[in-house]
């Protein structure tokens, strides 16, 4: 009895490894699909597409993706995206932190008030600001510059300050009164109590934000006019050339390297990801 359960117990066990890694490599297949014709020559990445092992291995798509255009060298379009995302990311997780730390931890006027207001900008759909965005950064000189796509982060993000302040909750008050009664004022408690605290959702804030502003192509193609601006997503779209020949295989090549930085980040640091929602879902 006990080994024709035990039986069926891995029997399941397999069948579910076995939909596990069927459902992981059709998630994979597209990755690896642009991996291996990355790896082969243009004119057999259409005509053998179905195969993911290159008839003959060529890396010369790599030598020619990272030439770039114009006389421009994908490295500056790496070090753009490079410091687009990293100031982002920086701006977001400090402005953040410290909005989600006046409402959890300061009582001010219309505090409800202002926290719904926060709140609501979360409906608000990308187009509805697009434009008056464009008037305001058009005004004040801001055009074919990095400054719109990285002032507005020092702003702080609706969702990040939601995510940190479900978090904060969780952390007794008592340790704010400890630090007040050993003379720190609110600044002080927040750096020195508070801040070191919210390892998880920082991080968590962090990693979605380095995602997000290094896949972004829509902004960078709004606000940058010139080549020598344009970001990884910008530069790879301008392989593509409807009017000519398109060099495909340079353009996946380039499209591996760009998620490069994405997998390390990914791998680094996931466990943060889990700990930063899963810890932020039960706090309140």
């Not at 990311?89 to 931890?105: D, E």
């Not at 601006?229 to 295989?249: C, E, H, Q, R, Y």
Request: hydrophobic share 55%; charged share 15%.
């Amino acid at each position: 009895m006990g080994t024709s359960v035990r039986t069926i117990r891995l029997f399941r066990r397999g069948i579910f490894h076995l939909a596990v890694t069927a459902f992981a490599l059709v998630m994979l297949y597209p990755m690896l699909w642009m991996l291996s014709s990355s790896l082969k020559d243009t004119t057999e990445i259409f005509v053998k597409s179905h195969q993911l092992i290159p008839s003959e291995w060529s890396f010369d798509n790599y030598v020619t993706g990272f030439k770039g255009f114009a006389g421009i060298s994908f490295s500056v379009f790496f070090k753009n995206s490079f410091i687009i995302t990293i100031l982002s990311v920086l701006g977001t997780v400090i402005s953040s932190a410290l909005v989600a730390y006046g409402f959890a931890r300061i009582r001010f006027k219309f505090a409800p008030f202002w926290f719904a207001c926060m709140m609501l900008t979360m409906m608000l759909p990308a187009e509805v600001l697009m434009i008056p965005q464009y008037i305001l950064f058009h005004k004040i000189g801001w055009i074919n510059t990095f400054l719109p796509l990285i002032v507005p982060s020092f702003f702080g993000g609706a969702f990040f300050i939601f995510l940190i302040i479900q978090f904060m909750r969780g952390i007794p008050r008592e340790l704010d009164e400890a630090a007040v009664i050993d003379g720190c004022g609110k600044y002080r408690t927040f750096a020195m109590v508070i801040l070191p605290l919210l390892t998880p959702p920082l991080i968590t804030t962090a990693i979605f934000k380095f995602y997000w502003t290094w896949d972004d192509f829509f902004s960078p193609l709004l606000y940058l006019n010139s080549p020598k601006l344009a970001t990884v997503s910008l530069a790879i779209k301008n392989f593509s050339d409807p009017t000519m020949k398109t060099d495909w295989g340079a353009m996946f090549a380039m499209s591996v390297l760009s998620i490069i930085p994405i997998v390390v980040v990914f791998f680094l640091f996931q466990r943060y990801i889990v700990d930063g929602i899963s810890t932020t879902g039960l706090k309140g």
